[in-house]
């Protein structure tokens, strides 16, 4: 195996080792995927100022996300179907994050359950809540995080009603996936894969499956959760779920600065200035595009972070330069799972952390809690 030394390497490998439909799941967008390609183009055209002839000794990229301390301002995102790219996928990428110094955040739509990551690492994760119908489920899956000791809740709001992947359409992508003839064919090639999944009892959405009335195997998963999406939601349940929770409270999707005022008059600690990775509005504006507005607007009355398009350390250090105070990555970290299990999720993080050392070294600083708008070449972003 060649030298990993970037996220496309890994995301080169992924591709080799995990099935179609389950890379295609990650590495996707809606419609068109216009949206998917902007969030990471966009990033490209914001340009640094190098700096020379400064003292950068003794660097620290150390920081704080909604107050706990964290080895660099960068996340884990949460992503459904963890488990799918490798066998006990959130498990090894929740260990390898611990082992990194940064936050974790385990889906809602994960296949290990809450109780699968917590009794296998040391350090509370973070609870991303998708907002059912059925919500006794949902007070039930709170008094599961909070028991598990998480120590923030994730609450997306922009999955009400589900986007539509052409590619997991043609890959027959469902819950249970169809076994048509070309994924068995396609399962054929990936025996390592294969071999890791039948070795763990981990297979089904494991916070749901056995938890939610009538959801008691992967055959009745399917019309469950077509139907439990709730295309009602709203601020008043963000209310009930912050005051259900009782703990710290970060709001992603926000992608509009009148949404962002919402969350901030939902007492919410921080918000993500997300589009789900592209994944659900085609056409609508790239997330580094919208961060920096959505800063002016609310950054001082409430932690801003993002995610969508991160593929660098340099893509990390241009958010925080317009006024990210976190970034998410998701799909990179999927590449590493996919590539090398826990050890790949761990170079990721690696890769991730030079990348962002050097670019803030170059651009002559030294603390990345003084990485603002001035490291960045006017008129690019």
């Given amino acids: 195996m060649s030298i990993i030394t970037t996220i496309e390497d890994l995301r080169v490998l992924a591709k080799r080792r995990v099935p179609r439909m389950f890379y295609d799941y990650a590495d996707a967008g809606s419609w068109t995927e216009s949206t998917y390609r902007a969030n990471e183009a966009d990033f490209a055209r914001i340009k640094f100022r190098q700096r020379v002839a400064v003292n950068l000794e003794n660097r620290s990229l150390k920081s704080t996300m909604i107050g706990q301390e964290v080895a660099m301002p960068v996340a884990l995102a949460p992503t459904g179907l963890t488990?799918?790219?490798?066998a006990d996928g959130e498990i090894l990428a929740a260990r390898a994050a611990e082992k990194l110094g940064v936050p974790f955040t385990l889906s809602t739509m994960s296949i290990c359950s809450i109780e699968d990551v917590a009794s296998r690492t040391s350090k509370p994760?973070?609870?991303?809540?998708?907002v059912m119908k059925d919500r006794d489920f949902i007070n039930r899956l709170i008094d599961r995080a909070k028991a598990a000791r998480c120590s923030a809740l994730v609450l997306t709001l922009d999955l009400q009603v589900l986007g539509q992947r052409?590619?997991?359409?043609r890959n027959g992508m469902t819950a249970p996936p169809k076994l048509t003839i070309p994924n068995m064919i396609n399962l054929a090639t990936k025996p390592r894969w294969c071999w890791n999944i039948l070795r763990t009892p981990r297979r089904q959405f494991g916070n749901i499956v056995g938890h939610a009335s009538s959801v008691s195997d992967m055959s009745s998963l399917s019309s469950?959760?077509?139907q439990q999406f709730d295309p009602r939601l709203s601020w008043d349940d963000v209310a009930w779920i912050k005051d259900r929770w009782g703990g710290k409270l970060i709001i992603k999707g926000i992608m509009d600065a009148e949404d962002a005022h919402l969350a901030v008059k939902s007492g919410a600690d921080a918000?993500?200035?997300s589009n789900h990775g592209g994944r659900q509005l085609d056409g609508a504006q790239s997330s580094i595009g919208a961060l920096p507005g959505i800063v002016?607007?609310?950054?001082s009355r409430i932690e801003v972070h993002m995610d969508g398009g991160v593929r660098s350390g340099q893509d990390v250090i241009r958010a925080l330069a317009l006024g990210a105070k976190g970034v998410y990555i998701g799909r990179p970290f999927l590449y590493g799972l996919g590539a090398m299990g826990e050890a790949g999720v761990a170079r990721c993080l690696e890769i991730i952390r030079n990348e962002l050392d050097l670019t803030m070294a170059f651009c002559g600083l030294r603390d990345v809690r003084d990485v603002d708008r001035n490291i960045l070449l006017p008129g690019t972003w």
């Avoid at 994760?125 to 998708?130: E, G, I, N, T």
């Avoid at 002016?296 to 950054?299: P, S, T």
């Fill in 166 to 169: 052409h590619k997991d359409l």
């Fill in 271 to 273: 918000l993500i200035v």
């Fill in 125 to 130: 994760f973070w609870f991303q809540l998708y």
């Fill in 296 to 299: 002016d607007e609310v950054g």
């Fill in 83 to 86: 488990g799918m790219q490798h």
């Fill in 224 to 226: 469950w959760t077509s």
